[in-house]
């Protein structure tokens, strides 16, 4: 693996685009920490509870703790989005409906 061969890297991005929330915290909490350098930085798909706002701020929270408490500072930023409203027209249910994506940029703790 390249945990194995000592691999090290600036900066990582991570898909979760269909992950489960354990797998996501299975590479942050032990991958990530054997794959990033010390002053690097991480980022991931932060798709989570996109289809409704409240749910979408639920999940921020939620995922700050968590990275929190596995040794990680995380810093959001805010990308406004177009409106999609037309390219929803006969889709029953939205998977994406917030104004503003938000882009999370973590570190280690200092």
Known sequence: TMVDDNLVFDAIYYDTFAESYKDFKDFYSEQVLGLLDTAGRWSYFNGMGADRQISYDVYQKIVEID????????EWKEVALPDLGQEWEG???????????????????D
Do not use: I
């Not at 929190?68 to 500072?73: C, K, V």
């Not at 917030?98 to 973590?106: D, I, N, Q, S, T």
């Open 67 to 74: 990275l929190y408490e596995a040794g990680y500072d995380v």
């Open 91 to 109: 889709v029953r249910r939205k998977y994406w409906n917030v104004e503003k994506y938000r882009l999370p940029v973590c570190k280690f703790l």
